[in-house]
């Protein structure tokens, strides 16, 4: 199932420590149907783009799952400073990016954390009424846990009020408030107050935060809870297998709660047969929904040109269009004839060109269309039998078309 992909940005959480500034944001929807809409938190100082939140957001689109992951304040392509931020505040902007997919898409049923997002995840759930399953992956049981990244600072962040750190190899300034934001944090009880079924994701073997926080978070929920061993994986899922398992293991179990949900404005244009529907698709400013009949596609623009690169082209589908009529055509034409051809095959490119470069044009000013077409025929066919092929090229229907005279009527509906 093909994804697409869009960047979006929406107002940050505003809790204590946060500017309330942009956050930078990718929603990832499958392209069919949307079962539901997920919800993913990275780990402490990741970003959106780490390699397990994208291919965890890939693994969920391919099950009809969209997914919004985004960047906290002050990390990535969000705006604000690091440095002011804290638990409480990455808690306010999950339930902000939770309220932006209730008001602009569909309300967030499943709500995924990995890391420090997984202990943000769990603080936030009971903000975010609409979530009905959560997730976490090699997640602290209690947010203090991160204050070993910077045992070495500690004293100085007491004494002077902050210090810069390195957290993996990059140098990050911790304030003496994140300190004790995350000591004051009672994650134990809201995990006991849940009320949403939830599944621990842990590796045995995780050198970043041990197995005993996945038992500490197990036995403080209540049913319905689940544990599943990720065996030999790391702390960052940095093998994709690791990561295409957790979003298929997830998405079997999410769906035992989602009960055949769809999003039904999420589902593309319907067309009849020897119709074809385009429409806007709201994936960013030109992607766009093509339903030719029973079949669906999407048409977009390159990002040198506003667009989302999620789609070939408009000129595109116009050369796939003559393409395909062209190979169609030999081939019914050899097979008519009992002419050995094992494949042909089409290349085309297009391209504005001065009338004046081409000596075989009527038009003779200005500038003209020009499709360069080459042809690739394959089997023991002599010189004659190629020679009439490149002739019936010229026969097929959307040549014709292309070469004739054409009448578009366009009307406003209703």
Known sequence: MAVRGEKITFPGGGGPGSSGGQLAARLDRPQGPIRAYALFAHCFTCTKDIFAAARIAEGLTSH??????????????????????????????????????????????????????????????????????????????????????????????????????????????????????????????????????????????????????????????????????????????????DAIYVADVLAAWAGRFLEGQTVAAAEGPKAEEGEVLVRESGLGRLTQEIAAGPHALLADEPARLGGNNSGPTPYDLLLAGLGACTTMTLRMYADRKGWPLERASVSLHHAKIHAEDCA????????????????????????????????????????RTLHSEVKIDSRLKG
């Open 64 to 241: 009809g799952i969209a997914v919004l992951r985004f960047d906290f304040t002050g990390l990535g392509h969000s705006e604000g400073e690091f440095a002011n931020t804290n638990f409480s505040s990455n808690v306010a902007d999950l339930v902000a990016a939770a309220s932006y997919l209730r008001d602009n898409h569909g309300a967030p049923t499943i709500l995924v954390g990995h890391s420090l997002g997984g202990a943000a995840v769990l603080a936030a759930a009971g903000d975010i009424p609409d979530a009905k399953a959560v997730a976490t992956i090699g997640a602290p049981a209690d947010p203090a846990h991160v204050a070993h990244h910077f045992t070495g600072a500690r004293e100085e962040i007491e004494e002077t009020g902050e210090a810069e750190v390195l957290l993996a190899g990059r140098p990050f300034r911790i304030k003496k408030q994140f300190l004790e934001d995350i000591e004051g944090q009672r994650l134990a009880e809201r995990v006991a107050s849940l009320r949403k079924a939830l599944l621990v994701f842990h590796a045995p073997l995780d050198q970043t935060v041990s197995i005993d926080n996945a038992g500490a978070i197990f036995v403080a929920a209540k049913h319905p809870k689940s544990f599943i061993s990720l065996d030999k994986a790391d702390h960052l899922l940095s093998r994709r297998e």
């Open 360 to 399: 075989d044009c009527e038009t003779k000013s200005g500038k003209l269309d020009h499709i360069d077409r080459e042809i690739t025929l394959e089997g023991p066919l002599d010189e004659e039998q190629r020679a009439r092929l490149l002739e019936i090229a010229d026969k097929c229907p959307v040549h």
